[in-house]
């Protein structure tokens, strides 16, 4: 009997993959950092039982309807909005994603991205960098405390409370929103429920941890920023999507925020000429929440081990989709 054929939409290190190949024809597109062109992987996906996939591929209901084969599809990410889990479960076909995994790594990016924007550390160190250090003055570079403030985290899920941790040590007073209540955050962490717009009038830093849905598109608009301090720094380690970019724009220009921080914009990736990139008050990072090698391994080792499990009719440990597993 043909083994199924596995698409890997990446180039991933051999050792990781290795596994499939015991049961599994696998095919990996050659690059590590170019997608692979949407018509290819309609192509490839003609003959696959599995897709091993990246949050900039789009999986939606033309590939499906030209898989017959596609029984299982492993995100290398905690989010999906890449993919029409709707049209997927109709298929049953299984969305996997990596929960939990990546949880520590993208909180210590969120909490330092936040460091980076509050204490201008990016600045500071192009400034010595490209010579300007000519002497001491008291404001050189002064940016605004985080201890003993209060940040705002929107989406208390598994990251949201993992940030939360961390900011026990900076003494902060945690409020939160989220679609329904973390009693082990508000338990264990002391966080503080809030509806959004109180949230969003009381934080010194509000970090946007909230997946990408219909709900959420543009949830940060002009109304959100203008609710806010006008000392606010606001973080975006989720996806670009939720923020209305030109809101934001608009006011960091007029002065109704402070500044922002920014992983994820709404396409990507982000011209160096766009005007959230360029702008004085602003930090951009390239998407890079869950990059560290430690945890980028373990990712793809659960997205291999999610497809396995498929192979072997087991059920995978992280599933978006559970109802397509239930058996009549
Ligand atoms: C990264 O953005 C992820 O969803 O894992």
């Given at each position: 009997m043909d083994k199924p054929l596995i698409f890997i939409t990446r180039k991933?290190?051999?050792?990781?993959?290795?596994p499939l190949k015991e049961i599994a024809e696998v095919d990996m597109w050659h690059s590590e950092d170019k997608s692979v062109p949407y018509s290819i992987l309609v192509e490839k996906a003609e003959r696959a039982t599995g897709l091993l996939t990246v949050l900039s591929d789009q999986i939606d209901e033309n590939l499906f309807q030209q898989a017959p084969h596609l029984k299982v599809v492993a995100n290398l990410a905690v989010g999906f909005d890449n993919i029409d889990v709707e049209a997927a479960t109709k298929r049953k076909i299984v969305i996997c994603n990596t929960p939990d995994v990546l949880s520590d790594t993208t909180a210590d990016l969120a909490f330092g991205l936040l460091m980076a924007t509050a204490r201008r550390l990016i600045e500071a160190a192009q400034y010595v960098k490209a010579n300007q250090w000519n002497s001491w003055s008291p404001y050189l570079l002064a940016g605004r405390d985080i201890h003993h403030k209060t940040i705002g985290i929107?989406?208390?899920?598994?990251?949201?409370?993992?940030?939360?941790?961390?900011?026990?040590?900076?003494?902060?007073?945690?409020?939160?929103?989220?679609?329904?209540?973390?009693?082990?955050?508000e338990e264990v962490l002391h966080a503080t429920y809030c509806e959004f717009e109180e949230l969003l009038r009381k934080?010194?830093?509000?970090?946007?941890?909230?997946?990408?849905?219909?709900?959420?598109?543009?949830?940060?608009?002009?109304?959100?920023?203008?609710a806010m301090k006008e000392t606010a720094i606001f973080i975006n380690v989720s996806r670009g999507g939720v923020v209305d970019e030109e809101a934001l724009l608009k006011a960091l220009n007029a002065g109704e925020i402070a500044g922002a921080g920014l992983d994820v914009f709404a396409e990507e990736p982000?011209?160096?000429?766009?005007?959230?990139?360029?702008?004085?008050?602003?930090?951009?990072?390239?998407?890079?929440?869950?990059?560290?090698?430690?945890?980028?391994?373990?990712?793809?080792?659960?997205?291999?081990?999610?497809?396995?499990?498929?192979?072997?009719?087991?059920?995978?440990?992280?599933?978006?989709?559970?109802?397509?597993?239930?058996?009549?």
């Open positions: 991933l290190p051999e050792k990781l993959i290795e929107v989406g208390m899920g598994k990251i949201g409370e993992t940030l939360a941790k961390r900011t026990t040590g900076f003494d902060m007073n945690i409020l939160y929103h989220n679609r329904s209540r973390n009693i082990q955050a934080a010194d830093f509000v970090v946007c941890l909230t997946p990408l849905t219909d709900e959420t598109k543009h949830l940060f608009n002009e109304r959100a920023f203008q982000v011209n160096a000429d766009h005007p959230l990139v360029q702008h004085p008050h602003v930090v951009s990072f390239p998407h890079i929440g869950s990059a560290s090698i430690e945890t980028r391994t373990k990712m793809i080792t659960l997205c291999v081990e999610n497809i396995l499990d498929i192979l072997h009719n087991k059920e995978p440990k992280a599933v978006v989709n559970g109802e397509v597993l239930i058996k009549e």
